[in-house]
């Protein structure tokens, strides 16, 4: 009788293809934590991790004893309700809060851009808020800064908060001003106010905020034109769909049932 090679072999291909499958079931039964979405692992671990800068007024602050408010904590809030579990917040910085997504993070929140650069690393949900860059100074100096033109000149000084797209903004833009890099966000205005810069540009929604902080002292140069096109949204895991999508429905119902009106004031 002759050897039946095929018949070895074909046995030999179910032996190790056997043997695969059962270390590939006995691997993830030993995982028991691994979760095809973010989604499902929040609803498993009961918690909502959130992503944000906390000096971002009126998006997001964290003062010094550590207590968040803002819109979008505030929002960060609601999201967490609507899946049933508790908050926590991640201190992030503009500089990396699109790679902190997803690894320290489930969620970015915090009057972020939409950027391409940040769009590599993260997923963006729909926009809720249209945005552009224009200027905030001191409220004697506005006729002196409405255009690029004006502001680009030797001898004037434009403060930034570094790591951000204000920064990128200003390097890419101004080429004789003077840009002040000024580290703290969340007194930058009053460094604005005591001299130590003639202005900001900003988002809009931040210079007419931070001009009601002020009224008469700064104020926001014509924020319903500024110079860009920017719009807000939330930063989510790259590559998990079924997340995204998820938070772009609680948004898009947040948006027209009247929680984010009601929240934004």
Same mark, same amino acid.
């Given at each position: ?20 499958? @059962? ?15 973010? =989604? ?13 800068? /906390? ?20 929002? @960060? ?28 993070? %489930? ?8 950027? =391409?650069?940040?769009?590599?690393? @993260? ?40 790591? /951000?797209? *204000? ?43 931070? @001009? ?11 924020? %319903? ?26 948004? *898009?119902?947040?948006? *027209? ?6 929240? *934004?004031?």
């Amino acid at each position: 009788m002759g050897f039946d090679w095929l018949g070895s072999r074909r046995a030999g291909w179910v032996a190790a293809v056997l043997a695969v499958v @059962a270390t590939v079931t006995a691997t993830d039964a030993a995982a028991g934590d691994r979760f095809d979405s973010r =989604l499902d692992a929040i609803a498993a671990h009961g918690v909502l991790t959130v992503c944000s800068t /906390g000096d971002y007024k009126p998006f997001t602050y964290r003062d010094s004893s550590g207590n968040w408010s803002g819109v979008d904590i505030d929002m @960060a809030g609601e999201l967490a309700r609507q899946l049933g579990v508790k908050l926590r917040f991640y201190h992030s910085t503009w500089a990396t809060i699109g790679t902190d997504v997803g690894p320290r993070c %489930d969620i970015g929140m915090g009057g972020v851009s939409i950027t =391409l650069a940040r769009a590599r690393t @993260a997923f963006y949900s729909q926009p809720y808020l249209r945005d552009g860059k224009t200027p905030i100074t001191r409220c004697e100096n506005v006729d002196k800064y409405q255009t690029l033109e004006q502001i680009d000149h030797p001898g004037v000084r434009v403060i930034v908060n570094p790591g /951000g797209t *204000n920064e990128q903004f200003d390097t890419a833009t101004l080429h004789q001003a003077t840009i002040v890099r000024y580290p703290d966000n969340n007194t930058i205005f009053d460094a604005l106010l005591a001299g130590q810069a003639d202005l900001m540009i900003t988002d809009a929604t931040e210079t007419r905020y931070q @001009a009601g902080q002020h009224p008469g002292q700064l104020c926001a140069v014509h924020p %319903d034109q500024p110079f860009t096109f920017a719009q807000k949204a939330y930063l989510t895991p790259r590559g998990d769909v079924v997340f995204q999508q998820w938070v772009d429905q609680w948004l *898009n119902i947040a948006l *027209n049932d009247g929680t984010f009106q009601r929240i *934004n004031g």
